[in-house]
C-alpha cells in the first residue's frame, strides 16, 4: 500500500524514533508545532478515527497507555495535549491513524 506512514512503521522511511513495540511507533513530527511534539501510529493501517471498529479498538487503549508512560518519561508534568484529525476539514493530510503529542508551550483553546 501506498501510505507514508506504513513505509515509517515498516522503516522503509526513516524518522527519529522515541518509542516502539509490536504494535505501535512513536516519532518526532518532521514539521514540529509545539517544543515537544511527537506522534503515535499503529503499525497495522487504519485510515483514522473514523474507521475504528470494535475489532480494532484495543490498539486506542494501547496507545493511550503508552502516552501516559511517555508523559512520565519525558517529564511533561506541566500539560500536553492529545490531538488526532479526522479527514479534511479537521486537517488531516495523512489518511493513516496517528495522535499528535504536543507539549513545552500554551497551548489556545478552543482550537482554530
Ligand atoms: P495531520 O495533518 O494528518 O494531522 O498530521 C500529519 C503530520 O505528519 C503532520 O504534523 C506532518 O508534519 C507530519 N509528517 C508528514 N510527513 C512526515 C514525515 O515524513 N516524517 C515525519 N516524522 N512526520 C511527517
Ligand atoms: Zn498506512
Given amino acids: 500500500m501506498d501510505c507514508l506512514f506504513c513505509k515509517i512503521a515498516a522503516?522503509?522511511?526513516p524518522s527519529r524514533k522515541v518509542y516502539e513495540d509490536e504494535q505501535i511507533?512513536?516519532?518526532y513530527d518532521i514539521e514540529p508545532q509545539a517544543p515537544v511534539h511527537f506522534l503515535v501510529i499503529p503499525?497495522?493501517?487504519i485510515s483514522?478515527?473514523?474507521?475504528i471498529?470494535?475489532?480494532n479498538s484495543q490498539i486506542v487503549a494501547h496507545i493511550y497507555e503508552v502516552i501516559a508512560k511517555l508523559s512520565q518519561d519525558l517529564k511533561l508534568e506541566n500539560g500536553f495535549r492529545v490531538v488526532t484529525n479526522c479527514g479534511?476539514?479537521?486537517g488531516q493530510s495523512v489518511p493513516h491513524l496517528h495522535f499528535h503529542v504536543l507539549a513545552g508551550?500554551?497551548?489556545?483553546?478552543?482550537?482554530?
Avoid: D
Wanted: proline residues 11%.
Fill in 43 to 45: 503499525k497495522k493501517h
Fill in 11 to 13: 522503516g522503509e522511511i
Fill in 105 to 112: 508551550r500554551s497551548l489556545a483553546w478552543p482550537p482554530g
Fill in 53 to 55: 471498529t470494535p475489532e
Fill in 88 to 90: 479534511e476539514e479537521a
Fill in 25 to 27: 511507533l512513536v516519532f
Fill in 48 to 51: 483514522s478515527v473514523g474507521e
